[in-house]
């Protein structure tokens, strides 16, 4: 019987209902259940994860994944004889086991009929049939008469069962099983327990669809589970859908447990009019406890066969993943050598190595190294649906350490360009080495003292540039060192009610520079120039709160103002080079910011006062916040004087005002606003807005329009609407109206373009989902189209087969789940 189909030794009273009973022994012994293994024996499907993901609240940017529905499968009718309330925890071989029955017999002292209800307990595991029969002497057993098994992860019955219960084997015949944990089902037309470890099951299936509509399955014509080792070995193995063999395998070894096997994964299949029909099939390498490894073969019928893989590897101090692909031959290298007039590599390749590892109890080291063969790679063979749109591809390594007070780092950092049409010249530089330390500690009450520093050098491959007379030249960039300190004080006081933070401090910025050049940079002579400056701050603000009832719900709204002064004395750094700095886009938050520039090549002078008001409404019963509008403007009491080479300075009297509205309708509608004008130019600079709805179970809908001045005006639209209960469909459109590539002369109207169109549809069944995208977008900065169809298969409950569309939907269409 399962668990080990054992009755043991008899040592426990059965209790009779009607008769008395004679004292029936029976031993505890831990077993694994046949029916369970049974179960573990189909590949992946009873570890399957049915753990729900978290709603998506309206307005979220990217949700999580949709968690596995069952919602359209109907009832298997095993759990007609499920007994809720058995114990889910504990040691069943601690506890003595318990027979009853309405009738017990012995037509002798070694013999045991019980019959009527007849049933076998122990802790979790309960096994009913009409009638059971016990030999004391052989301790053979027989079950029969709708043999019913039942433990915490598990039902069964059987036409008949028996077996030896010193021998720890068992027979079961005609087994059908439901998984309690997961919708798993199955049958097998023989199951032999040969001992505690080792089963044979003969014409077993698995699939998680309905019990009378198996619209997938996977059979086996008999199959060996070795629970010692956690493995399983099928023969004759299909995958059918609807009884139609989709594909066979003479042999297959899998995973009886959470212990890892090597194999093959499933595929991804796709097509793009870049790659043609592209399809990888990957390789399972379960090569130690504590590292492994995945061969990705990928044939692409335009392109040619090309080879990746991805090791991963865990220590006690260490973690990390090391990604590679490699084509020896690219096939349609040539054709785009003649499309775009530059050389490519025939071989082209890609790698990635992160790496994460604990040195001491405050120190940790951490690498990410990130190479390509050429500016083209991830256009031509990204896999990801995003991949194509990196513009420059960065590696580190940096030793990082940290106190109570104190943070530090050591290493350093480079980029490689991956956009073809960015010159050389144009590559960032490598800040190697680079160091920071930031420190801050209270003393003498809430007085607090701090230091922010950061040393980098600065280095840049030559690059080509005509001189003159139309020659080529390589000219040897600008390089050197930067040595930037901030120690400051702070006095910062916090209540409920309101906020005081003063602070003091001086930024001290010095060069040390090499291989100057007038003609490249000529407002920088000196090698070694420096720059000092005090900076003072002081951020304030007020919370005023009232309660309100509008209709019949209650809310409280806040009124908060604050304000923000910040003086910086003017330095001329005009012969200061620029090696990572920055202007930071205007936006609400740079009110507060005591620099508008990113990077320590540009420290701004200031004798600005922001304000700004921002009030919100909460909703009492819930404490959800529906309302949040923010509006504010900084006042310049001084020129700008200090700006990136080239911009002139300004001298306005305030800034852009810029607001932002949040509000929340309802748990189903969402409206966001951001604006800023310009009381300068006396246009809009900024303009942004979206707005989202949600409709039935699984629809949404999303509007958004982004304008930034002399730069992009887009509108997108996407939607996910249901048609039925298990059909939806998917759709967006990401349409320019000024065009980036147009001359600036002539940036909306006939020039706009489509960025990005996509539309598909979605099937959601019991234990099947398939979705269908075709897709059209601008793969690259020359404004070239692609076009691709995504097909992706989701077996519920095993895996999925195709192109994974999921990040890419959640990504395309807010709020998608």
């Known amino acids: 019987m399962p668990r080990g189909c054992t009755f043991g030794k008899l040592a426990a009273l059965a209790s009779q209902r009607n008769d008395s009973v004679p004292s029936i022994p029976l031993t505890a012994r831990r077993r694994r259940s046949l029916a369970l293994a049974i179960l573990l024996a189909l590949p992946a499907a009873a570890h399957a994860d049915d753990n729900d993901a978290p709603g998506c609240p309206v307005g979220v940017v990217k949700c999580p994944k949709k968690s596995v529905s069952w919602e359209m499968c109907r009832k298997n009718d095993l759990l007609d004889f499920y007994v809720p309330g058995l114990p889910t925890e504990g040691d069943r071989s601690s506890v003595p086991r318990d027979a009853s029955a309405q009738k017990v017999s012995s037509p002798d002292k070694s013999h045991y009929v019980l019959e009527g209800e007849a049933q ?71 199951a032999v327990m040969d001992d505690v470890g080792h089963a044979r099951l003969k014409g077993a299936t698995y699939s998680t669809c309905d019990v009378g509509d198996q619209q997938w399955a996977f059979r086996a014509r008999d199959m060996d589970l070795d629970e010692s080792e956690g493995v399983g070995r099928a023969h004759d193995m299909t995958f059918r859908i609807h009884n139609v063999p989709v594909f066979w395998l003479p042999y297959a070894r899998f995973a009886l447990d959470d212990r890892r096997v090597s194999g093959f994964l499933y595929p991804y299949i ?43 590897y865990l220590t006690d101090s260490s973690k990390g993943t090391f990604n590679f692909e490699y084509i020896p031959n690219d096939r349609a290298a040539k054709d785009e050598e003649i499309k775009y007039g530059e050389s490519l590599p025939g071989s082209r390749w890609w790698y990635r190595w992160q790496d994460s590892t604990g040195i001491a109890a405050n120190w940790a080291a951490a690498v990410d190294i990130n190479r390509v063969s050429d500016d083209r790679y991830f256009e031509d063979f990204g896999r990801g649906l995003y991949s194509a749109a990196v513009s420059f591809l960065p590696s580190s390594a940096y030793l990082y350490g940290h106190g109570d007070w104190w943070n530090a780092s050591f290493g350093g950092d480079e980029y490689q360009i991956t956009d073809p049409t960015l010159p050389s010249q144009f590559e960032p530089y490598r800040r190697l080495p680079r160091a920071t330390f930031t420190a801050e500690k209270s003393f003498l009450g809430d007085l607090t003292g701090g230091v922010n520093s950061e040393f980098i050098a600065f280095s840049k491959n030559s690059f080509p540039q005509l001189d003159a007379n139309g020659h080529s030249v390589r000219i040897r960039p600008l390089e050197g060192q930067r040595l930037d300190l901030f120690p400051y004080l702070a006095y910062p006081i916090e209540t409920s009610a309101y906020f005081i933070r003063p602070q003091l401090g001086y930024r001290y910025t010095t060069y040390d520079l090499s291989h100057l050049d007038a003609t490249l940079n000529p407002l920088v002579s000196r090698r070694s120039p420096s720059r000092g400056v005090p900076i003072f701050s002081l951020d304030t603000g007020l919370v005023f709160e009232r309660g309100l009832t509008i209709g019949d719900k209650a809310w409280t709204q806040t009124l908060e103002p604050r304000a923000y002064y910040l003086r910086v004395p003017y330095r001329s750094q005009n012969d200061l080079p620029v090696f990572d700095t920055q202007e930071i886009p205007f936006s609400f938050g740079e009110l ?15 004798n600005n006062l922001s304000l700004a008001l921002t009030t919100r409404f909460l909703e009492d019963a819930t404490g959800e916040e529906r309302l949040s509008a923010s509006i504010g403007q900084i006042r310049y009491f001084g020129d700008q004087r200090v700006q990136l080479p080239g911009a002139p300075p300004t001298d306005y009297s305030g800034s852009t005002y810029a607001g932002e509205i949040d509000l929340h309708l309802s748990d189903r509608w969402r409206v966001v606003l951001d604006q800023q004008w310009n009381p300068n130019t006396h246009r809009t600079d900024l303009s942004a807005f979206t707005v ?13 329009y982004r304008y930034r001045r002399n730069f992009l005006e887009q509108v997108d639209v996407s939607a996910a609407v249901p048609i039925t209960p298990s059909w939806r469909l998917i759709a967006r459109e990401n349409y320019a109206l000024n065009d980036p590539l147009a001359s600036p002369l002539d940036r909306h109207g006939k020039d706009g373009r489509t960025l990005e169109r996509f539309i598909g549809i979605e099937h959601d069944t019991c234990c099947i989902a398939w979705r ?16 691709a169809i995504y097909f992706e298969i989701e077996f519920k409950g095993v895996g999925s087969v195709g192109q994974k569309t999921d990040n890419f939907l959640r990504r395309g269409i807010l709020g998608y789940q």
């Open 120 to 190: 076998v307990k122990q802790l979790d595991l309960l096994l009913r049939a009409d009638k059971i029969t016990y030999d004391t002497e052989t301790t053979d057993y027989t079950a029969g008469g709708h043999v019913r098994y039942q433990d915490r992860g598990l039902l069964l019955s059987a036409d008949r069962a028996r077996g030896n219960a010193d021998l720890d084997q068992c027979t079961l015949d005609g087994v059908r099983y439901q998984l309690l944990s997961s919708r798993g089902n199955g049958v097998a037309q023989v």
């Open 270 to 312: 796709g097509y793009s009019n870049r790659r043609g029909f592209d399809f990888i099939l990957p390789y399972y390498l379960n090569l130690a406890p504590n590292y492994d490894a995945t061969l990705l073969p990928r044939l692409m019928t335009d392109r040619g066969f090309m080879l990746g893989g991805e090791f991963r």
């Open 592 to 606: 507060f910011r005591s620099n508008r520039f990113v990077g320590a090549d540009r420290q701004m002078d200031a």
């Open 692 to 704: 989202q709805n949600r409709f039935g179970s699984d629809g949404i809908v999303n509007f958004s």
């Open 772 to 787: 269908v995208i075709a897709r059209r977008w601008i793969h690259n900065v020359e404004g070239n189209a692609d076009n």
